[in-house]
C-alpha cells in the first residue's frame, strides 16, 4: 500500500486560469506559494519560499474560477502529479510537479457575497471534489484533521 496525500496552506500567487473542455469538464490552475521560516547555523532567521503548481477540476475549478484571488490564504489538501512531455526547442524531456487538489478551505476573512471564512478544523465546511481517479471520503472523518 502507498500513499499520495499532500496538505498545503498558503497564498495564492495569481489568480486561476480557468479552461472550459470537452464532456462540461473544468480545469483550474494557478500558483500556490508556502513559506517557512528558520534559523541557520549562525543563529540568522531565514526565510524560504516553496511555489506549488495547483490543478483543481469540475466542481471545485468552477469555485476558484469565482472566489480564489491572487493573495488569498488556502487550505488545500490533494496528490502530487508529475506532468511530462519532450521540449520542442532542446528534445529533452521535461517534468513539472503539479498538485492536484481535492479539498480546498478558504482562510481568513471572506470578501462580502463570497463563501464564508472556512476553519480546518470543522471538516463538514470543506470544499471537496472528488473526481474519478480519487477515492471516495466522508467529509465527516475525523481522521482527516491536519493535526
Known amino acids: 500500500m502507498s500513499v499520495n496525500k499532500v496538505i498545503l496552506v498558503g497564498h495564492v500567487g495569481r489568480d486561476p486560469e480557468v479552461r472550459y473542455l470537452d464532456n462540461n469538464r473544468v480545469v483550474a490552475n494557478f500558483s500556490l506559494a508556502t513559506n517557512e521560516v528558520y534559523r541557520d547555523r549562525n543563529g540568522n532567521r531565514q526565510?524560504?519560499?516553496?511555489?506549488?503548481?495547483?490543478?483543481?477540476?469540475?466542481?471545485?475549478?468552477?469555485?476558484?474560477?469565482?472566489?480564489?484571488?491572487?493573495?488569498?490564504?488556502?487550505?488545500?489538501?490533494?496528490r502530487i502529479r508529475t506532468d511530462s512531455w519532450i521540449d520542442k526547442e532542446t528534445k529533452q524531456e521535461r517534468n513539472n510537479k503539479v498538485i492536484?487538489?481535492?479539498?480546498?478551505?478558504?482562510?481568513?476573512?471572506?470578501?462580502?457575497?463570497g463563501p464564508q471564512s472556512r476553519d480546518t478544523a470543522n471538516p463538514g465546511n470543506q470544499r471537496r471534489n472528488d473526481p474519478s481517479d480519487y477515492k471516495e471520503s466522508s467529509s465527516n472523518d475525523a481522521d482527516d484533521l491536519p493535526f
Open 100 to 113: 492536484r487538489v481535492n479539498v480546498m478551505n478558504f482562510l481568513g476573512s471572506a470578501p462580502s457575497g
Open 47 to 78: 526565510e524560504s519560499t516553496e511555489w506549488h503548481t495547483i490543478e483543481m477540476w469540475d466542481d471545485l475549478a468552477k469555485i476558484a474560477e469565482k472566489y480564489v484571488q491572487k493573495g488569498k490564504l488556502l487550505y488545500l489538501e490533494g
